[in-house]
């Protein structure tokens, strides 16, 4: 099936730890993203790759990091988790240019206790 | 600053009744519009997008939407509701070419009574 999936669907880890998002998309895309979506629904962008270069860094802290090894992948590795982390983490990709809708992943639910 | 914005946090209709979300943005340009649907669980799905011309645009699941320039307004309209469209519906702003920034308006939940 051609899609952007991530791993893993849920992800329950307590206050201090170190956990990564994987996503893959196979849509030979060349935009990637990630969203935050907190518990009132509200999608919020967090990093943008194109071909493996940051371009979008909103104001995120720095304990999350994205990594794009390739085109293909985009993960997200958040350090010294808080409670405030926990939210839908979406990851999502696009074609190149002229604001080609963009194809989501079926999320990562985090909860940080 | 650029927005969309959802009136309607939560929206009860019949099954089978018309249905149409509501959708306003703030962009000093014209901007590339969508409408996601996202059901429980899942991520969001592309119901319909404009870029340019026609201004009444269709799209998947039998939704249509209709671009209104002096009203900044982009509006997700059905028919005839079913039960399978109860879900979130979330409108987008595509802002200039080659930014890649899409701004989401805060959603609005979709109830559906048989």
């Known amino acids: 099936d051609t899609a952007v999936s991530q791993t893993p669907k849920y992800l329950v880890t307590q206050m201090g730890n170190d956990k990564s998002i994987k996503c893959e998309q196979n849509?030979?895309?060349?935009?990637m993203y990630w969203y935050k979506q907190d518990s009132k629904k509200f999608l919020k962008i967090m990093f943008s790759?194109?071909?493996?270069?940051?371009?979008i860094n909103e104001t995120v802290p720095n304990r999350f990091s994205p990594k794009s090894p390739d085109k293909a992948h985009l993960n997200l590795h958040i350090n010294s988790l808080e409670l405030g982390d926990s939210a839908v983490y979406f990851c999502?990709?696009?074609?190149?240019?002229?604001?080609?809708?963009?194809?989501f992943g079926n999320g990562t639910r985090l909860t940080v206790t | 600053a650029q927005s969309v914005t959802q009136p309607d946090i939560h929206i009860t209709v019949s099954e089978g009744a018309s249905l149409e979300l509501r959708c306003n943005y703030s962009?000093?340009?014209?901007?590339?519009l969508f409408w996601y649907v996202q059901s429980p669980g899942q991520g969001l799905q592309l119901l319909l997008k404009?870029?340019?011309?026609?201004?009444l645009v269709q799209g998947i699941k039998g939704f249509e939407a209709e671009f209104k320039r002096s009203q900044s307004s982009f509006n997700l309209r059905k028919p005839s509701v079913h039960w399978s469209d109860a879900a979130e519906y979330f409108c987008?702003?595509?802002?200039?070419?080659?930014?890649?920034?899409?701004?989401f308006g805060t959603g609005t939940r979709l109830k559906v009574l048989a």
């Open positions: 999502a990709s696009s074609r190149d240019g002229d604001n080609s809708p963009l194809h």
């Open positions: 849509l030979g895309h060349d935009t």
């Open positions: 790759y194109n071909n493996k270069e940051l371009i």
């Open positions: 962009y000093g340009a014209t901007p590339y």
């Open positions: 404009y870029f340019s011309g026609d201004t």
């Open positions: 987008a702003v595509g802002l200039t070419s080659g930014t890649y920034k899409y701004i």
